[in-house]
């Protein structure tokens, strides 16, 4: 099947700093990226639609200014975590819909300390 | 507003044993039902999908689950766990076919098979 990659699959950073983490859908184009967020132990939230060359849609609650979205090509988007703090630490995950369906990535578990 | 409950947060089952995850729903239309599983730090498998046409759904892994509309239910079932099906299993809606589209996801259970 589709192979969709992120990267890094763990990171540490300062309280203060930003993290970037990408998305690469590696064998297909991806019209639409979707990033989930995941607290311990608790179920998936979705936090923002990206399309390809367009803004992304946050969902409620979801600040963008915050968790900024960049989906500059068909097999790119990044999120970048601004001025982290240790509320911040979760495991992000993305979904990359192509033609043939959509796929995970293997998410990024970020450790703000 | 769509939800999705799973009661059971954990489920101890043992090997060679039947395992049956509850899953429930609230959606005002016709629901797009998904379920994955989530192996520890790893991302998501799809391992079923129901849209229309047989309520009984064949999966990856030997998983299948059932459709049952007058219940608001879509329960995952395997006849016989492994070892190697002990993670985290999430059930979802979404508004339309696609899997992993704008997906409303259940808490998640945590399967734990003992030898």
């Known amino acids: 099947g589709a192979v969709v990659s992120q990267h890094p699959s763990w990171v540490i950073c300062k309280s203060g700093t930003s993290v970037k983490i990408e998305c690469r859908s590696l064998?297909?184009?991806?019209?639409?990226m979707f990033w989930y967020r995941q607290f311990p132990k608790q179920s998936l939230m979705l936090m923002a639609t990206s399309n390809e060359g367009s803004k992304a849609t946050y969902e409620q609650g979801v600040e963008k200014d915050k968790f900024l979205i960049n989906h500059a090509s068909l097999t790119l988007s990044t999120l970048t975590v601004t001025s982290a703090h240790p509320e911040d630490s979760s495991f992000y995950i993305c979904s990359a819909r192509g033609s043939g369906g959509a796929f995970f990535g293997q998410g990024t578990r970020l450790t703000v300390v | 507003a769509q939800s999705v409950t799973q009661p059971d947060i954990h489920i101890t089952v043992s090997e060679g044993a039947s395992l049956e995850l509850r899953c429930n729903y609230s959606y005002g239309a016709t629901p797009y039902l998904f379920w994955y599983v989530q192996s520890p730090g790893q991302g998501l498998q799809l391992l079923l999908k129901y849209f229309s046409g047989d309520t009984l759904v064949q999966g990856i892994k030997g998983f299948e689950a059932e459709f049952k509309r007058s219940q608001s239910s879509f329960n995952l079932r395997k006849p016989s766990v492994h070892w190697s099906d002990a993670a985290e299993y999430f059930c979802?809606?979404?508004?339309?076919?696609?899997?992993?589209?704008?997906?409303?996801f259940g808490g998640g259970t945590r399967v734990l098979v003992k030898p």
């Open positions: 979802a809606v979404g508004r339309i076919k696609a899997a992993g589209n704008k997906l409303t």
């Open positions: 064998d297909f184009q991806a019209t639409t």
